[in-house]
């Protein structure tokens, strides 16, 4: 399991190459019909731990193809073991058919197992790693992230119901705000949280609009939920099966969940977040920079107003620090924002949003970090919208009084901050493959508990449809022809395994 690199990818995968070594050993003891059934429960096994392992779907087509070769060659070594020439075009080879027959076969055997068995989690699929890759956290400790890996991994797919086009505006998904800063970690209030009850159906996150005229409808597939809807600029209210409840910043918590969550929310203009004004959390510092607070001072410290002084920091990041996703920072350093700043002079959003955040502090501004994601892959219609774990972003908020309220800043260099992407020409073949992509994680990788129920319910509500359109008698008649159809196809099954062939003049031939 080591040597296969269990390690790295955890247990599960390694050991479905150990279960296709095992199979193909199995093919070698296929010489009749019987041995022939016995392998196909090993093949299915191969089936359902290619899938509950991959994290992409050309794996379960490497497990295929890793799968006919072993069948193939099996065959040829067992013809050989029996003497037989299998080089000799005019001697016994194996059939492609055999092949053919043993994956189709397995595949219908895998099928059931896979939809009803329990889904792993990491470690076991995914294994764990000191290395951390993009995506949403509900926390940040920049202590600890020496290097980003950009994940391909689909965060959420956003699309408007009346199908128009996707706004640049919407790219921007909210998920929280961190007002707490320890030595280098942003971490979120969990304390004063509300619960959001249903009006309707429909959870209204702002208390001076209570209507939808004049929205839009969008709906929100959130294939990785990690405690937060994703809401962007404008949303008036929410609608799901997921309990809610709404914290200081204005971001809504979820309960803790592995399945997919889909979500419908209704937005207008781009407005400020709906929370609380600032308290003394928003100014607090774990410790006093010296080298921090005189840089703040330099660079911001002539100003008087906090806009012109958020507005001078985030200038003054975005031209002279650049853009890294390895920041080389020392797990043990005591102020990764100061190390930052005074050393390093390089690093990734969060980086730059944290050292705006601790410079504005210094000058008493009320600032807190914001996490989310920003851009996307359009379709080539504009009418969807696919946001990956690489369009993950921080950014900043900051308090600029009551008519105003929280406003949003980037210090994060341009060249940092995700984007939309549009599809055209020949960058529609790999749109179809994203959504090939995004079908494998929806229908295999993520399928859980909540899909297992839903195909129960789906299927008791067919069951319910077919005894509504049909008496009972129908049914009864039905499954009585059904019943002698099966065995009427066992009796000739059996007569043709004998050599019986009662159609050809009355005449038998046994073997």
């Not at 991959?54 to 065959?75: D, K, P």
């Not at 970690?185 to 005229?213: I, Q, Y």
């Not at 002279?320 to 990734?348: K, M, Q």
Request: aromatic share 8%; glycine share 10%.
């Amino acid at each position: 399991v080591v040597m296969a690199g269990g390690l790295s990818v955890g247990p599960l995968r390694p050991l479905g190459h150990l279960l296709l070594l095992l199979t193909a050993v199995q093919v070698l003891l296929v010489h009749d019909g019987r041995s022939f059934l016995r392998s196909l429960g090993l093949v299915a096994m191969v089936w359902v731990v290619s899938v509950a392992s991959s994290t992409h779907m050309m794996v379960a087509v490497y497990f295929l193809i890793s799968t006919g070769i072993g069948w193939w060659l099996g065959i040829r070594l067992h013809l050989a073991s029996l003497g037989m020439a299998v080089d000799d075009a005019k001697g016994p080879l194996p059939r492609p058919g055999h092949v053919l027959a043993a994956v189709g076969a397995a595949l219908l055997i895998a099928t059931p197992f896979f939809l009803v068995m329990p889904r792993l989690g990491s470690p076991w699929i995914a294994g764990s790693s000191f290395s951390r890759s993009t995506g949403f956290s509900p926390s940040v400790d920049l202590g600890k992230l020496g290097r980003l890996t950009e994940s391909q991994e689909v965060a959420l797919i956003l699309r408007a119901e009346d199908g128009s086009e996707i706004r640049e505006a919407w790219s921007r998904l909210r998920g929280t705000a961190f007002d707490q800063v320890m030595a280098g970690s942003f971490l979120p209030r969990r304390a004063d949280l509300v619960e959001l009850e249903a009006s309707r159906g429909v959870v209204w996150l702002r208390p001076d609009v209570r209507t939808l005229e004049g929205t839009v409808e969008i709906e929100i597939d959130l294939l990785n939920p990690r405690r937060y809807l994703m809401l962007p600029p404008g949303t008036v209210a929410v609608q799901t099966n997921a309990r809610m409840a709404l914290d200081v910043y204005g971001g809504v918590l979820i309960g803790y969940r592995r399945e997919p969550l889909r979500y419908r929310l209704w937005v207008g203009p781009p407005r400020p977040p709906h929370s609380a004004p600032p308290g003394s959390r928003d100014t607090l510092l774990p410790r006093d920079h010296d080298g921090v607070r005189e840089l703040a001072l330099a660079v911001a410290g002539g100003f008087e107003t906090h806009e012109e002084r958020a507005v001078a920091v985030e200038r003054f990041l975005q031209d002279n620090y650049a853009y890294a996703l390895s920041s080389g920072v020392r797990i043990h350093n005591t102020d990764p924002v100061a190390w930052f700043l005074l050393e390093a002079r390089e690093g990734h959003c969060e980086f730059f949003a944290g050292a705006m955040v601790v410079m504005l502090r210094h000058l008493g501004v009320p600032a807190r970090m914001v996490a989310g994601y920003s851009g996307g892959d359009l379709s080539p219609d504009w009418d969807e919208l696919v946001v990956r774990e690489a369009n993950a972003h921080a950014w900043v908020e900051v308090w600029l009084g009551a008519d105003q309220g929280w406003v949003v800043f980037d210090p994060t260099p341009a060249v940092g901050v995700p984007g939309l992407g549009g599809v055209s020409g020949l960058e529609r073949v790999r749109w179809v493959w994203q959504q090939l992509e995004l079908f494998w994680d929806r229908k295999m990788l993520s399928f859980g508990f909540g899909d297992q129920i839903d195909l129960v319910d789906d299927l008791v509500e067919a069951l319910h449809r077919i005894s509504r359109a049909v008496d009972r008698t129908t049914i009864l008649f039905g499954g009585a022809v059904g019943l002698l159809a099966v065995v009427a196809l066992a009796l000739l099954w059996k007569l043709w395994r004998r050599g019986l062939r009662p159609w050809r003049g009355g005449s038998t031939r046994m073997r």
